[in-house]
């Protein structure tokens, strides 16, 4: 069964000059080194990488904006660079950084004018864009110029921009960056409902939590690479990284006697005196239960929890290689 | 088509809603270009017949490059700061729409303000109208086609001037260059300018050709049919140089991305 987007062998080389000294040398910059991959319909992918990591490169050349020096992409059955108008009529993408609609004009506008270049009819268009407006919350702006909103605002007016002709697949470059906490929480809870409908997304960013609420798939992307390409709990496993158990001691224990320093360092625990705690690292698969009996019966603990590896340690592990 | 008609009305819409501000710059556009004919009408003064021009043929002549560039800029927004928008990365978000890059360009916005320009343009050619002993309808007729190809001339020209950022990214220096000079200098009859200026006015940056030949032709100072038709020939051998340095200007931004 074919795939609904499918990669092949991708090759990107920039070439830049670079001052050394007095004269300009040319240099040429891997951006991509053969990345290859598929991806169901309807499928919610995460693509987070270093900077410089060839991210941005990916999306440009999915979304046709660039061609590549090798490789074939195939997305429906479609080239986006070859077919580009064709293309991008299924295809809706927010860019974090730049925006896509009319500065002086009313978001209004911008959507009135979209409506007309999607050719999206008339009756569709009504519905949809009161959805819209209900999802991202548009109403209190929605007679602004784009030009007056507040970053979050024109964050969720853009995302609404981009999915009026419902495409099939929806691409986003860091749609969060920089965003308050409670423009981000309206703009993951839309990206969720998009998917629900059925729409595949593509997600570049360097928000690890969101990735971890999202994503199904992840893609990790390092130095022009794929260096890992599988689900979240397959990432977990892939680098077992330790759990961490953490222990609060109770006000009845004042202070720790030396003796009781010298145990702690014994079974390689940490002690945080600031806050009271102590720290366990224990391997995945281990049964924390034997270290919490020890405590218990030596120390006077009122509290504890079990700490699993973020998602950052385990990227980061994958970053350094 | 639609988007058009609704970009126009829509920004319609939003100038009515600046009203004073609007009328404002209208007026302000439109005396500034009529400071420069203010100069040269106080210059003929002093020197009726310039090059072998009466002060109304200049009018006539500096009427149609001043209409047609202010009709250019009122959709030439786009392909004016085209610069700005490969800098600040927006020309990607035209890229991933459903419609030509180039009919993208002049939906940017709907510059009214430069109606001052056509405003100021007519009524400097009306001046020259006035000034001429004999004209009829055949003459209005040339007049409003020149316009026309005037207007035509003025966007394939700063297309061209706008693709150059494609390879150097910043073209604002050579557009102020190459253009603003030439404009201001088409406005009057070529005839006073050496063969220099006067063949870089008709071959490389065609603007004598809307105005200068044509004009010439029709108040006998050439017997030259190619003068008459002049704009289109030069129109004719813009349309693929555009296309073309437009065309490989896309291929380098698609394989380097700015």
Known sequence: MKEYIQIQDLEKEYVIYERKGFRRVRKKIHALQGISLSLEKGSFLGYIGPNGAGKSTTVKILTGIMTPEHGTVLVNGLCPWKDRKRFVRQIGVVFGQKSQMWWDLPVQDTYQLLRAIYRVRQEDFRLRLAWVREMLELDSFFHQPVRQLSLGQRMRAELGAAVLHKPDILFLDEPTIGLDLLSKQRVLDFLQQIHKEGTTVFLTTHDLPEIEILCQSILILNQGRIAFHGSLESLKQLIPLERRLIATLSQAQQEIHDQQLIEIQRIGATYEPSRRQMVISFPQGKNPAEIIRFLLSRFEIQDFHIAEPGIEEIVKHIYLG | ?258
């Open chain 2, 1 to 258: 088509m639609q988007i058009i008609l609704s970009l126009i009305g829509i920004s319609w819409k939003m100038q009515r809603e600046y009203r004073a501000n609007f009328w404002m710059e209208m007026v302000f556009n439109g005396l500034m270009m009529a400071s420069d004919f203010f100069l040269l009408y106080f210059v003929m003064r002093a020197f009726p017949i310039i090059g072998g021009w009466s002060i109304g043929e200049i009018a006539l002549l500096f009427s149609i490059m001043e209409v047609g560039y202010g009709a250019y800029r009122i959709f030439g927004e786009g392909v004016h700061r085209f610069e700005e928008l490969l800098l600040t990365g927006r020309f990607d978000g035209l890229m991933v729409r459903p419609m030509g890059l180039i009919p993208q360009l002049l939906l940017q916005k709907v510059d009214w303000k430069r109606m001052g320009n056509i405003f100021e343009g007519f009524a400097v050619g009306a001046f020259g109208l006035s000034q001429i002993p004999d004209w009829d309808i055949s003459f209005l007729g040339l007049y409003v086609v020149l316009i026309i190809a005037s207007i035509i001339i003025n966007f394939l020209i700063n297309l061209i001037l706008a693709a150059v950022a494609f390879w150097t990214i910043k073209n604002s220096d050579l557009t102020v260059l190459a253009f603003y000079a030439t404009r201001t200098a088409a406005s009057y009859p070529a005839s006073i300018y050496p063969s220099v200026i006067r063949y870089l006015l008709t071959f490389v940056i065609p603007l004598a050709t809307v105005g200068y030949y044509p004009m010439a032709f029709h108040f006998g100072k050439t017997d030259s049919l190619i003068a008459l038709f002049a704009p289109w020939f030069a129109i004719c051998g813009l349309i693929p140089v555009c296309l073309g340095i437009w065309k490989l200007g896309i291929r380098r931004y698609a394989s380097t991305g700015t």
